[in-house]
């Protein structure tokens, strides 16, 4: 458990097309905040990390699978998915540009410097919704992390990932047998049921134990081979 006592000192303020985004320092922490929502911390990682290997370890043997990863955030799912030598493509979309500095350049380069500089790593600046549904692009693995999850979006426009429509434009996105994970700070059974009706196989929670309250979980869904 971390204490703190002193206030937390903001590194960067940004105003984006999306709001404001804010890096600040709180004790030994580094801290997202989009419009006033606490988004995330260099605290723990073991969610971020279990949504890329949950993914990984639902696919087959296929060699050196693609992964897409909905959200750079603090780093954990990039860092963790380059370390793992079997992701063969790795792709992180991630629509605020000061998220992108704060790794290039910023507080957060000591988390992804190394991943960043990995040759399978490709950073995509732009809005995952929009990227889902407009490219031709496919993966193995999607494994999404924008949100608190489908039933608390950070921005409105987002709830329209977890709709019959986006979940059908995720499922394009991927190759057969694919996985889609997606992460959120507690169980939605009607996420569960919307993953069914989209046609997912094998819908399922994974449950990430946290030190006080409902377990974190990753909702995962295959598509049919």
Not at 67 to 83: K, Q
Request: with cysteine; glycine share 10%.
């Amino acid at each position: 458990m971390h204490t703190h006592t002193t206030a937390p000192v903001v590194l960067d303020r940004r105003e984006g097309p999306y709001g404001e985004v804010v890096l600040r320092r709180h004790g030994e922490l580094l801290q997202i905040i989009a419009n006033g929502c606490f988004l995330m911390d260099t605290s723990d990682g073991r969610s971020e990390r279990l949504l890329v290997d949950a993914a990984r370890d639902a696919l087959d043997d296929r060699p050196a699978p693609g992964v897409l990863i909905g959200g750079l955030g603090v780093g954990f799912s990039l860092a963790h998915a380059a370390a793992d030598p079997r992701w063969g493509r790795i792709a992180v979309v991630e629509r605020e540009q000061a998220i992108i500095d704060w790794h290039r350049e910023g507080p957060l380069a000591g988390l992804s410097g190394a991943a960043l500089a990995d040759p399978r790593t490709e950073i995509l600046h732009t809005d995952l919704v929009a990227y889902v549904s407009g490219t031709r692009d496919t993966y193995d693995a999607l494994c999404l992390d924008i949100d608190n999850g489908p039933d608390w979006t950070v921005t409105e426009g987002n709830n329209s990932l977890y709709s019959p429509a986006g979940l059908a434009a995720c499922k394009e996105r991927l190759n057969p047998g694919g996985v889609l994970a997606v992460w959120s700070a507690q169980p939605s059974s009607a996420f569960d049921d919307a993953l069914r009706n989209a046609g997912f196989c094998g819908v399922r929670t994974k449950e990430i134990p946290v030190a006080r309250g409902v377990p974190d979980v990753v909702h995962l869904g295959v598509r049919a081979a």
